[in-house]
């Protein structure tokens, strides 16, 4: 079956410290992969894709995300956190063989929490 | 948020009415989508549209429907045969195959 897994419900981590949102993937064929931000309330905010090319993929608000094929990964990153990165996190993907490219299959989220 | 707009941002049905959220873009996108989220399992795709006039399931399309009757408008009405219709309803455009998705600002629909 094809699913994402993010496998933490919530991360918490100390303003001015790296932060790793984890994100794996199980679909056939080659892979879409996108990272969402939600806001209390709201609707989802693009952040950044992979669909080809350089593994390392750099997006919105300083995070970048790396695609790894032999872990069927895409970790979210950034390199120093801030309180107002505090937010819940998706991870979607999508493949030819998954229902389509247009066919977003998305994580459960995770809630990233970032103390000041 | 941005081009793409969703009313009301909370709504309030009895049990037994069907009720119909609006979904609005002005971004000139051919796909639209309608998800639903509930609290820990992320968002559920209830039905999609690529092309005006044409619209196909999601994963879970029972008891609601859908109308593509124009470019910029996807209506969702979650009829009286959805169990349980209390949620945060989520629309969304694209403008093509593998592009991102964008989304509205979404509709909590509450049931009692």
């Known amino acids: 079956a094809q699913s994402v897994a993010q496998p933490e419900d919530q991360v918490n981590v100390a303003e001015g410290n790296p932060l790793t949102v984890k994100c794996t993937y199980s679909v056939s064929g080659n892979p879409y992969l996108f990272w969402y931000v939600q806001y209390p309330n709201r609707g989802l905010q693009f952040l950044l894709k992979?669909?080809?090319?350089?593994?390392l993929v750099k997006g919105s608000y300083g995070f970048e995300a790396e695609f790894n094929k032999s872990q069927t990964s895409f970790h979210l990153k950034k390199p120093s956190a801030l309180v107002s990165d505090s937010a819940l996190y998706f991870c979607?993907?999508?493949?030819?063989?998954?229902?389509?490219?247009?066919?977003?299959?998305f994580g459960a989220g995770t809630r990233l929490a970032v103390h000041p | 948020d941005g081009g793409i707009t969703q009313s009301p941002k909370y709504l309030f049905r009895k049990e037994g009415q069907n009720v119909t959220l609006s979904c609005e873009q002005n971004l000139n996108h051919d796909a639209m989508y309608w998800y639903r989220q509930d609290p820990g399992q992320g968002l559920r795709l209830i039905y999609y549209?690529?092309?005006?006039?044409?619209?196909q399931k999601g994963d879970i399309a029972e008891g609601y429907s859908v109308s593509r009757e124009k470019k910029e408008s996807f209506p969702l009405t979650v009829t009286s045969a959805q169990k349980n219709p209390t949620a945060f309803y989520l629309c969304?455009?694209?403008?093509?195959?593998?592009?991102?998705?964008?989304f509205g600002p979404g509709t909590r629909l509450t049931v009692t």
């Open positions: 979607a993907v999508s493949s030819m063989f998954s229902g389509g490219y247009n066919k977003l299959i």
């Open positions: 549209s690529q092309i005006v006039n044409d619209f």
């Open positions: 969304a455009s694209s403008p093509g195959t593998g592009n991102e998705q964008y």
């Open positions: 992979y669909i080809t090319g350089d593994n």
